[in-house]
């Protein structure tokens, strides 16, 4: 079964340029996550989808960053203008059911962003 | 407040057992997670535990939860070369609806020594 794919897996920009990452969760997985991940710091959720529809984005910075997930599969995370403190990780995870405390979250390899 | 806590660095020897420790603050915590993130990769789920459990071994793996003091422990037994990762432990919180919001702690730093 294939994993959690995501693209690029490297991004370097310079500040206030625009920037996209894109995630395929494993096949039949409705919920799919976006974690930033600040070196030195554990994961932060920013937005959560159950299929197409956003279930939380309470710490998603919406004046910069936009997530969609159109046809309830694929999504993209899009920076934009990017601030020398989007530097991170950003990572992309899915499940099978819920989100439910026992749905297993699988992790992607991430994508790596510096903002120069 | 939601916060997870971590020592940050841990150093053994191979063959040695290592306990990786993490603090928690909300006491609401339905579940507690280890993940464990090596180089490059994604984060990989390890081990969960019910917050209305004390223990949980899953072959080297021993997770112990001890919810008065709102603390968590993971135990390795027999420490190998390939265990040097980054441990995260996470806790979900309900917020009154069907999502599992994770809560991560900072990561521990896990060196085994051959």
């Known amino acids: 079964e294939a994993g959690v794919a995501q693209s690029p897996r490297y991004k370097i920009i310079e500040k206030r340029q625009s920037v996209a990452f894109w995630c395929n969760p494993i096949?039949?997985?409705?919920?799919l996550y976006w974690y930033q991940q600040i070196l030195g710091q554990g994961p932060k959720l920013l937005i959560q989808?159950?299929?197409?529809?956003?279930?939380?984005d309470s710490q998603l910075p919406k004046d910069r960053f936009s997530a969609e997930r159109l046809k309830g599969v694929d999504s993209t995370l899009k920076i934009q203008p990017a601030k020398l403190e989007d530097s991170a990780v950003y990572l992309c995870?899915?499940?099978?059911?819920?989100?439910?405390?026992?749905?297993?979250?699988?992790f992607g390899p991430g994508t790596r962003l510096t903002v120069l | 407040g939601e916060d997870v806590e971590q020592s940050l660095f841990l150093s053994v020897r191979e063959g040695d057992s290592s306990v990786i420790n993490c603090t928690y603050t909300?006491?609401?915590?339905?579940?507690l997670y280890w993940y464990k993130q090596e180089p490059g990769a994604g984060l990989q789920l390890l081990t969960y535990?019910?917050?209305?459990?004390d223990m949980k071994q899953d072959q080297r793996l021993t997770v112990l939860l001890n919810k008065k003091d709102k603390h968590l422990s993971l135990r390795i037994a027999d420490t190998q070369t390939g265990d040097s990762a980054i441990y995260f432990c996470?806790?979900?919180?309900?917020?009154?609806?069907?999502?599992?919001?994770?809560?991560f702690g900072t990561g521990t730093l896990l060196a085994v020594q051959p």
């Open positions: 996470a806790e979900s919180l309900r917020d009154g609806g069907a999502t599992n919001k994770l809560i």
């Open positions: 989808f159950q299929n197409n529809g956003v279930v939380d």
């Open positions: 535990i019910f917050s209305n459990m």
């Open positions: 096949s039949g997985h409705a919920t």
């Open positions: 909300d006491s609401s915590s339905t579940y």
């Open positions: 995870a899915s499940s099978l059911a819920s989100g439910g405390p026992r749905d297993t979250q699988y």
